[in-house]
């Protein structure tokens, strides 16, 4: 998604660069016309300097923006001083609302109320200009104070807008952690009460025969009886004041799960392959091989209707096991919305075990998802 991301933004920034170059063509034709001689060449020198720093703003959004409202200062002080055209023009003004929207959107509070300000004293600049001077153009005033406006209004809009989406992803990381914790619960309960039973036995027999074995006996009895409690206590902070244990479908499940997805009206075709022999352990993967493609099937309806065919591929070896979910939607489908909130959770999940998620188009047409998930050694195939 990044490198998709970057595209975007390199395209946007080609489309910005060739609005900034039409604007100071018109402008420096109409100066010249209205104004005549080389009346033009400062407004066009010093509105290239302040485009420049907006195209390039993506490296240091604070850097840029200071750099660029210091020219843009500086250009509406000659201007006034030398009675040249009154400054910010109309592409620097642009540029200045650029530079003040992507810092509003993305700076930490204290830079952004900085670059804020800094754009308000600029548009009380112009201001000032026109009223002490006569050669004042009440258009380009009104431009640049439009411009900061603007530029205020989509930069809060936008950091709004991600705040909103950091604390709805933030929400279900939290949720995917509860119920991953009480999965892992669940299973740590059951082998570590599997330990406290059986060296509860063992004592039992080593009574008939005394031997050595009765030490670090009852040293797994206690250490898996403070570890249980342990991990409860624990648990027990996360969990909500419903404390029902959900059944987790198992490996095994998914064939139910894929004929219940075809099962829908439209849907598409799914080829299952799952590896042969014994049940995939442990248990909290084998939970989480169904949530990834429960989830990725999900998408696909939600998504992807145009789509015809699904592979879910399931693979394994001695080190780890690996589920791979693609779909063949034309290259026009909304891949916008693949990276959504469910995928959050998904990555969530893996990471917790250790494994890796890769999300993205697949080939000419169609998404795929991919995961890996580490298995414990000493945990048979």
Request: aromatic fraction near 4%.
């Amino acid at each position: 998604m990044d490198r998709v991301n970057w595209r975007v933004g390199l395209v946007g920034d080609v489309g910005l660069g060739v609005v900034f170059a039409v604007i100071l063509v018109v402008t420096a034709d109409a100066i010249g016309e209205s104004w005549g001689g080389l009346y033009w060449l400062f407004d066009t020198a010093a509105g290239l300097v302040v485009c420049g720093i907006a195209l390039l703003r993506r490296r240091h959004r604070a850097g840029a923006a200071a750099a660029g409202l210091s020219v843009a200062a500086t250009a509406l002080a000659v201007s006034w001083a030398t009675g040249l055209p009154q400054e910010p023009g109309p592409a620097m003004a642009l540029a200045v609302a650029v530079l003040v929207g992507a810092a509003v959107r993305t700076l930490p509070g204290r830079s952004a109320l900085a670059v804020a300000a800094a754009g308000a004293a600029l548009v009380a600049g112009t201001w000032c200009a026109e009223f002490l001077s006569s050669s004042g153009i009440a258009a380009v005033t009104t431009l640049n104070t439009a411009g900061w406006l603007g530029a205020l209004t989509v930069g809060l809009s936008g950091r709004l807008l991600h705040a909103r989406r950091r604390a709805a992803a933030e929400k279900v990381r939290r949720e995917e952690r509860m119920e991953l914790a009480r999965e892992l619960h669940d299973v740590a309960a059951h082998h570590l009460t599997g330990i406290v039973v059986q060296a509860q036995a063992a004592q039992l027999v080593a009574r008939k025969r005394p031997d050595r074995q009765a030490g670090p006996l009852a040293d797994i009895e206690a250490a898996g009886s403070d570890a249980l409690c342990a991990i409860r206590r624990v648990v027990g902070l996360l969990r909500d004041g419903d404390d029902a244990v959900p059944v987790q479908p198992g490996f095994e499940q998914l064939s139910g799960m894929v004929r219940q997805f075809e099962g829908r009206g439209g849907a598409p075709a799914v080829h299952l392959r799952v590896p042969d022999g014994e049940p995939l352990r442990p248990s909290e993967v084998t939970s989480t091989v169904y949530r990834v493609v429960q989830e990725s099937l999900t998408n696909i309806a939600r998504h992807a209707p145009a789509a015809r065919s699904v592979t879910v591929d399931v693979a394994r070896d001695l080190r780890s096991v690996t589920v791979e979910v693609t779909d063949d939607a034309p290259a026009a489908a909304t891949r916008s919305h693949r990276d959504g909130y469910g995928l959050i959770g998904m990555r969530e999940r893996v990471e917790a075990l250790g494994g890796t998620l890769r999300a993205g188009p697949h080939g000419d047409a169609g998404w795929s998802v991919r995961v890996t998930l580490p298995l414990p050694p000493s945990e048979p195939r």
